[in-house]
């Protein structure tokens, strides 16, 4: 028998925990999916695996997916001085930096806005179709990879935060200053929708069980 085979999950031994007192249930009897259970000491609800999660990853990876095309076209912000106004996108401001000589800060900027949302959505994509067929290719991979979208999501905010900075403090009053444009909330949306994508995807999934009569008759 193998280790994997051998372990007992909570599923398994009918035990739930709850998440928000922390106390440990069991149930006797075995009940049907879907059966609606809660913690009998702060009464919330109980489950092995989050409700609708895939779903719910499902509708905000599409919009994420939708909004990344918006996000790097049009504009995030604009700068104005007396002699007009100019409109920047997030790739024309990566090229602005390449032949400014600031290669660093461009490469910077790539990752964080460009590379990283993409291989967001990518990986994601990868975790919701493989859970959805019940995969159980590289799982301990998958894991880690569902750990390392957490750890960076936040971080592909960069532009929204510089822009932000810029916003409110370079004001020359008639003479010039900076304004966010429809671009920079197309890609702070697609950094939150990406987050939110990453918060409904329940990690269980990636390791399923086989339905079993005597769990869930």
């Known amino acids: 028998m193998s280790e994997a085979s051998s372990l007992q999950t909570g599923s398994q031994m009918r035990l739930y925990g709850c998440p928000t007192c922390g106390r440990v249930s069991q149930l006797l009897h075995a009940v049907p999916d879907g059966t609606f259970l809660q913690c009998p000491r702060c009464a919330t609800p109980l489950y092995h695996e989050r409700p609708r999660s895939l779903q ?49 800060l461009a490469v910077i900027v790539f990752i964080a806005s460009i590379a990283v949302p993409l291989l967001k959505i990518g990986a994601l994509l990868v975790l919701v179709i493989t859970a959805q067929r019940r995969s159980r290719w590289k799982q301990v991979e998958r894991a880690q990879l569902y750990r390392m979208i957490e750890a960076v999501g936040h971080w592909s905010m960069l532009d929204v935060f510089v822009v932000v900075l810029l916003v409110g403090t370079i004001r020359f009053g008639p003479l010039g200053g900076v304004m966010p444009q429809p671009g920079l909330l197309a890609f702070g949306a697609v950094v939150v929708l990406t987050m939110l994508a990453a918060g409904s995807f329940d990690p269980r999934l990636i390791w399923p069980e086989e339905k079993d009569d005597t769990r869930h008759p």
Request: net charge negative.
């Open 56 to 104: 719910r990853t499902w509708a905000y990876l599409i919009a994420a997916t939708v909004l990344y095309i918006p996000a790097n076209l049009l504009p995030i912000m604009s700068t104005s001085n007396v002699f007009g106004e100019t409109l920047h996108t997030i790739l024309g401001g990566i090229e602005e930096l390449r032949t400014g000589g600031d290669w660093l």
